[in-house]
Every structure is written in C-alpha cells, then in structure tokens.
C-alpha cells in the first residue's frame, strides 16, 4: 500500500521568506502526483500536477519537483505572502489504477 | 461556470438516521470520488466510480453506500451502520476515469455532524 508523508506538519515563517514543503512516498510506481491547497473549511484548490514522467512544474511563485527514484516531491513558494497561510496537501495517483493517496498535509502559517 | 457542487455545506443527524450527501459536477467528467476528511488526517477514499452505474469501494466503504445513475451526479448516503460518522466529506471529479491517475477537482465539501 502507498503511503504518502509530508513533513513538518507546521510551519511558521515571516512574509517575504522562500520555503520548501515535503511530500515523500513509499512506492515509486506513481502515476502523477498533485499539490492542492486547503483553506479553513473550504474544499482542495490544485495548485500544480507532475506527471511521472516529468520532473517539475511552475505556475507563478510556485514550483513543484517531482524524484520518483527518491520517493519524493518538495512543493518550493517563492516570496511568501499572508495570503499563502493555508494547509498545503499532496496526493500521488497509482499506476493503471485511478485511485489516490493523500498525505496528511502542512499547515503553513505567513506571518505579515 | 463549470465545477463541482455540494449540498448542504452543514449538515445535522440524529443517532440511527440515514442522510444522504449530494454531488453535482457539470465538467463532463466520467470518474467521481467521495473522500472523509478528520482533522489533522489526510484524505481518505470511501467509494469512486470511473463511469456511470459503476463504483467500487475506497479504502473505508463500510457504513456507506452510493449511487451513480447519471454522470453528473454521485450522492453519498451515510447510514446508520456508520459508528462515526462526524467528518468532513468531499466530492471530487477528474475527467478521464479509465486512463488513471489524472487530474482531480474538488467540491467545497458537507460537513457532518452527529448530535
């Protein structure tokens, strides 16, 4: 069975910092791998989809990497603003089955 | 706009009732997906259905049951055989089913709660 980690599970920066959020994986037959956003109460906005065969994707401040032989992917915002405070989640879809595994997410918190 | 809406947002269930959850997606999407959400838990899948009366049981089908009888539409009725069912529940669509592995969208979420 896939399990899918992100660590830290909080974290607290001053506006204007880069930061690097992690996503590991245990089975490397992935399929694509996602990055969603989750605001209090509210559903998950994707941010950014890797497929397996690619190695990163951009839009905006934020670049995704994707390492299938490593089992990980690190989620990279660029000059953080208060507006980014939110939950960051990932999900890696599996080979030739459409089915998904989420990890448990990062709080991150933009302090102004 | 095209997107995936939930209804209710809030809802309320007595000890031993049925309720049911309402999904409705108009992206023309053919695979649909329900997910339970507990704090400080990541997502975990109930059922999914890749084509119109088709699903299959996630990975915590028990104390639930659904229905794919149009493509836009994929309710979930928690039953009463749920022993915990105070969560947050959502829907989510991607557009190829079959292919695997695709790009998935989500509803603004049902949050349940059993008084």
């Known amino acids: 069975k896939q399990e899918v980690t992100q660590i830290p599970a909080a974290l607290s920066v001053p506006e204007g910092e880069n930061l690097v959020l992690n996503c590991s994986f245990t089975?490397?037959?992935?399929?694509?791998l996602q990055w969603f956003r989750q605001d209090p109460g509210k559903g998950l906005t994707s941010l950014l989809l890797?497929?397996?065969?690619?190695r990163e994707q951009t839009s905006g401040r934020l670049n995704a990497s994707l390492d299938k032989s490593s089992g990980r992917s690190t989620l990279y915002i660029a000059a953080s603003q208060p507006g980014d405070s939110a939950t960051y989640l990932c999900?890696?879809?599996?080979?030739?089955?459409?089915?998904?595994?989420f990890g448990s997410g990062t709080k991150l918190n933009v302090k102004p | 706009d095209g997107g995936i809406t939930q209804s209710p947002k809030y809802l309320f269930r007595k000890e031993g009732q049925n309720v049911t959850l309402s999904c409705e997606q108009n992206?023309?999407?053919?695979?649909m997906y329900w997910y339970r959400q507990d704090p400080g838990q990541g997502l975990r899948l109930i059922y999914y259905?890749?084509?119109?009366?088709?699903?299959q049981k996630g990975d915590i089908a028990e104390g639930y049951s659904v229905s794919r009888e149009k493509k836009e539409s994929f309710p979930l009725t928690v039953t009463s055989a749920q022993k915990n069912p105070t969560a947050f529940y959502l829907c989510?669509?991607?557009?190829?089913?079959?292919?695997?592995?695709?790009?998935?969208?989500f509803g603004p979420g049902t949050r349940l709660t059993v008084l």
């Open positions: 989510a669509s991607s557009p190829l089913g079959l292919a695997g592995g695709d790009e998935q969208f």
């Open positions: 089975d490397s037959a992935i399929y694509n």
């Open positions: 890797i497929q397996s065969s690619q």
């Open positions: 999900a890696v879809g599996r080979y030739n089955f459409n089915k998904f595994y």
């Open positions: 992206l023309n999407h053919d695979a």
């Open positions: 259905s890749q084509i119109v009366n088709d699903f």
